[in-house]
């Protein structure tokens, strides 16, 4: 069984800097990752794809990066900015998905 | 093109009263999903579909039932609701790995249910 796990659990940080989130899986047999965010009382936006072929992925101020041997990929977020604040979701997908628990940003101004 | 729909977006349902979501997609994808979240935690998939006319048991499936009798839509059903069903329920929906290497997940904005 897949298990999920983010750490940290809760984030918080000044503006402007930059931060790593990290999301650790068990089970390497996956078709992708994929990073979330979603914001209190909203749905989940989708962020980032990293398919298992591929070693990481970059939108604007994001970069995700895949390990699939050891089980890990990372969120980098660069010049982080108060409207960042939200709680950000890893899944793995591999014909179900399966999620962590999250971890909650708040960067303060 | 309105991607995943869910209806109703809340409701309130009092212990043994029975309902149902209704999920839709018009992206024409194979698999369906229905997760449900609770406070702090990620989402737990709860049943999901990989076609039309087939359905199958995720993480917590008891007390829930589902229907795929279309391909764009997804059913889920509580029969006996009760108030550990109190949750936020998203849908989502996917191509099958074969049809697009991304298998990328697209969500619909959730059904926020409350059973007193």
């Known amino acids: 069984k897949q298990e999920v796990t983010q750490i940290p659990a809760a984030l918080s940080v000044p503006e402007g800097e930059n931060l790593v989130l990290n999301c650790s899986f068990t089970d390497s047999a996956i078709y992708n990752l994929q990073w979330f965010r979603q914001d209190p009382g909203k749905g989940l936006t989708s962020l980032l794809l990293i398919q298992s072929s591929q070693r990481e992925q970059t939108s604007g101020r994001l970069n995700a990066s895949l390990d699939k041997s050891s089980g890990r990929s990372t969120l980098y977020i660069a010049a982080s900015q108060p409207g960042d604040s939200a709680t950000y979701l890893c899944a793995t997908n591999a014909g179900k998905s399966t999620f962590g628990d999250g971890t909650t940003l708040t960067v303060k101004p | ?116």
């Open chain 2, 1 to 116: 093109n309105a991607g995943v729909t869910q209806t109703p977006k809340f409701r309130v349902l009092k212990t043994g009263q029975s309902m149902t979501l209704l999920c839709a997609q018009d992206m024409n994808h194979e698999y369906m999903y229905w997760y449900r979240q609770d406070p702090g935690m990620g989402l737990r998939l709860i049943h999901y579909s990989v076609g039309e006319g087939t359905t199958a048991k995720g993480e917590v499936p008891d007390g829930y039932n589902v229907s795929r009798l279309k391909k764009q839509n997804f059913l889920l059903g509580l029969e006996s609701a009760a108030p550990s069903q109190t949750s936020v329920y998203f849908c989502a929906s996917s191509s099958a790995p074969g049809q697009d290497p991304s298998y990328e997940q697209y969500f619909g904005p959730g059904t926020r249910l409350t059973v007193t």
